[in-house]
């Protein structure tokens, strides 16, 4: 397939076919990260800056990792160290960067819209490593995959979104996805933490745990995104574990072998039971490998695929 696209700042830019292309792609890097030596030369002499002024663990190192297994040379910036914590507007640090001559961007930041306009200002391509409440494209390509790597038929399952979906931006973007690929989507939360109008949305919206579970697929449990909320939203994190919180109690009312995902990172105890992030049921740690090989798919379809 040839790619026609420069950027990747959400999914919703991609066709179903385009999808299974880097799900297919990633299958094969996954591959090369089961080696005794995991590295290719495919983008020697390629560079890829990772700009994340938010904090991350998985994100960052798996795309610093992804780029290094494809022999990339990666640069790392946080805002931290960079020129935006002495006032620096996003527009020259990027312009700063862009006059480094990298191959690709990778960008996180806490405003909504950070990525596309990133995308504006530059030459190389940019692809969106989560961008405040609206997209994190890249984490919604690894939970598909993790999936369709198990042989998932997406048409034929339900999966259920649990938890603060309206801080998301993992929720909006696999919630893209996974319509997209013809599975069934419900979400669950409090009614604080559900968007304010989800009635143009594809998915079925339930404030009952008990009620939204019966016989789903797959459980996608989400961090409560407390740096991001208003004081009042919960009465405690207590009430919301009983109510809202992942159980073995409340997980047998599902399908018997349904699956258990988070993108992590974990507040154990409050969104789910430290025993079923554990659970042999359990994709956590699945998903995190699969970040690498997506991530590797990713950087040689924008570096090379669009030349």
Known sequence: MQWKHKHLLDVDQLSKEEIYHIFELAKSFKEINKRPVKKVPTLKGKSVVLFFAEPSTRTKTSFDMA??????????LAKSSSSL???????????TLEAMNPDCIVIRHWHSGAASFVASCVKCSVINAGDGWHAHPTQALLDGFTLYSLGFEFKEKTILILGDIAHSRVARSDIKLFTKLGAKVRLCAPKTLLPFDTSTWPVDV???????????DIVICLRLQLERQENGLLPDLREYSIRYGLNYKILKKARPDVKIMHPGPINRGVEIDSHLADF?????LDQVNSGVAVRMALLYLYILGTK
């Open 280 to 284: 042999e049921r359990s994709l956590i």
């Open 67 to 76: 780029g290094k297994r494809l022999s990339a040379d990666t640069f790392s």
């Open 85 to 95: 914590k002495k006032g620096e507007s996003l527009k020259d640090t990027v312009l």
């Open 206 to 216: 339930f404030s009952n745990l008990e009620d939204a579970i019966q016989n789903v």
